[in-house]
C-alpha cells in the first residue's frame, strides 16, 4: 500500500506559498513596470503607491481566501485518510478533486486573484482622475489594462505547474486507492 506522501497541513501550506509569491510576484513585477512605463510625477506618487498596495494587499488577501476555500474538500478527505480508511467512493471522489485542481487554481487565478484587486484598483483610479488628483489618460488605463491580462496570464500558467508538480504525488496515492472505475490502464 502506497502512504499519502505529506500531511494535508503541510500541502496546504506549500499551495499557500506559491499561491502567494506567484501572485505578490508577478502583481510587484506589474507595478514595477507600470511606474516605469507610465510618468508617474511626484505630486501623483503617494496616490498610485497607495493604490497600488492597498490593491497589493487584496490580491495576496483575496489568494490567501481561495486556496483555502477551494482546498478545503481535499484537506478534509486528506486528514480522513489519516485517521481512518476511507471507502473506495472517498478515494474516488480525492482523485477527481485532485485531478481537477491545477484547472480549478487557473479558475481561482482568474476570479478570486483578479476581480477583487483589479475592480477596486480601476475604480480608484477613476475616482482619483474625476476629482483631478491624477491627470492620467487613456494611456495610463491601456498600460494597465495590458499589464494586467499579461500579468495574470502568466501568473496562471506558472501557478498551475507549479500546483500539478505539488499535488502529483498524492494524486498517485488517490489513484492507487481508487477502484478500477477511475484507472484507465
Not at 506559498?17 to 508617474?40: D, E, K, P, S, T
Not at 477613476?126 to 498600460?143: A, C, H, K, P, R
Request: contains cysteine; proline residues 4%.
Amino acid at each position: 500500500m502506497t502512504q499519502a506522501p505529506t500531511s494535508a497541513k503541510e500541502i496546504q501550506i506549500k499551495l499557500l506559498r506559491i499561491g502567494l509569491i506567484y501572485g505578490g510576484g508577478a502583481f510587484l513585477l506589474n507595478g514595477i513596470l507600470f511606474f516605469i512605463m507610465v510618468a508617474v510625477t511626484i505630486s501623483e506618487l503617494p496616490l498610485v503607491s497607495f493604490m497600488t498596495v492597498g490593491a497589493f494587499v487584496m490580491v495576496l488577501v483575496s489568494d490567501y481566501i481561495g486556496i483555502k476555500l477551494f482546498f478545503k474538500p481535499i484537506y478534509t478527505h486528506l486528514q480522513l485518510a489519516k485517521q481512518t480508511t476511507l471507502s473506495q467512493e472517498a478515494y474516488q471522489d480525492l482523485y477527481i478533486r485532485l485531478l481537477n485542481y491545477p484547472i480549478i487554481t487557473v479558475f481561482r487565478i482568474f476570479t478570486f486573484h483578479v476581480l477583487p484587486p483589479y475592480i477596486v484598483l480601476f475604480v480608484m483610479a477613476t475616482y482619483m482622475i474625476s476629482i483631478n488628483l491624477l491627470g492620467w489618460s487613456l494611456v495610463e488605463y491601456s498600460i494597465m489594462a495590458s499589464l494586467l491580462v499579461v500579468g495574470v496570464a502568466t501568473h496562471a500558467v506558472l501557478e498551475y505547474f507549479a500546483v500539478k508538480r505539488l499535488i502529483y504525488p498524492t494524486l498517485l496515492y488517490a489513484y492507487h486507492h481508487a477502484s478500477d472505475c477511475c484507472r484507465t490502464d
